[in-house]
């Protein structure tokens, strides 16, 4: 079974630029999360995809983060203008199913984004 | 708010020796409990999971957890160590209600050879 693709999977830029990530997802699965990772601390959620539609986008910084799921497959998310302490490694995890209660999430390798 | 509190950021063993991560997390409701590992230059991997039944629940690679409802904790356990379990650690909640995994910060695990 593929995993889930991310790309790139590294990417350096100024300040004020933009910057755009993009997730494929495993093959049927309807969830979609984007997690930002400083280092030294763990994943934080941004936004949540079911299907094409946002569930929770509360932790998502609107001003500047952007992030949509066009046909409820590919992902992607976006950075307009880019500040210092966005520099942080970018995460796509893929859910099958919400039963129970959310299940297994699985993860991409991440983008490491570096703003200088 | 809820919270995932890993208690131990950095653990330095020797090989064969016993390993146990510490995990609590506030939230009075029912969760699904995680453990993930990334290697180094590796993406985040499941560990284990708790969702119901037995409390003590075995993961890949000798790794064990037990869950604690009544001290809302979700240790790690691993009898003897390997070089190879060098690794960063994350310890993650669902709770039910939210369907939003939360993680705590993280434990960076290294084994001397």
């Known amino acids: 079974e593929a995993g889930v693709a991310q790309s790139p999977r590294y990417k350096i830029i100024e300040k004020r630029q933009s910057v755009a990530f993009w997730c494929n997802p495993i093959?049927?699965?309807?969830?979609l999360y984007w997690y930002q990772q400083i280092l030294g601390q763990g994943p934080k959620l941004l936004i949540q995809f079911q299907n094409n539609g946002v569930v929770d986008d509360s932790q998502l910084p609107k001003d500047r983060f952007s992030a949509e799921r066009l046909k409820g497959v590919d992902s992607t998310l976006k950075i307009q203008p880019a500040k210092l302490e966005d520099s942080a490694v970018y995460l796509c995890?893929?859910?099958?199913?919400?039963?129970?209660?959310?299940?297994?999430?699985?993860f991409g390798p991440g983008t490491r984004l570096t703003v200088l | 708010a809820q919270s995932v509190s890993q208690h131990n950021h950095h653990v330095i063993l020797s090989e064969a020796a016993s390993l146990e991560l510490g995990c609590n997390y506030s939230y009075g409701g029912t969760v699904n409990l995680f453990w993930y590992v990334q290697y180094p230059g590796q993406h985040l991997q499941l560990l284990l999971k708790y969702f119901s039944g037995d409390p003590l629940v075995k993961g890949i690679k000798g790794f064990e957890a037990e869950f604690i409802k009544s001290k809302f904790s979700f240790n790690l356990r691993k009898p003897s160590v390997q070089w190879s379990d060098t690794a960063e650690y994350f310890c993650a909640v669902i709770p039910v209600s939210s369907y939003k995994l939360i993680f705590g910060s993280g434990t960076r695990l290294l084994v001397r050879p």
């Open positions: 093959s049927g699965h309807a969830t």
């Open positions: 995890a893929t859910l099958a199913s919400l039963a129970g209660g959310g299940g297994t999430q699985y």
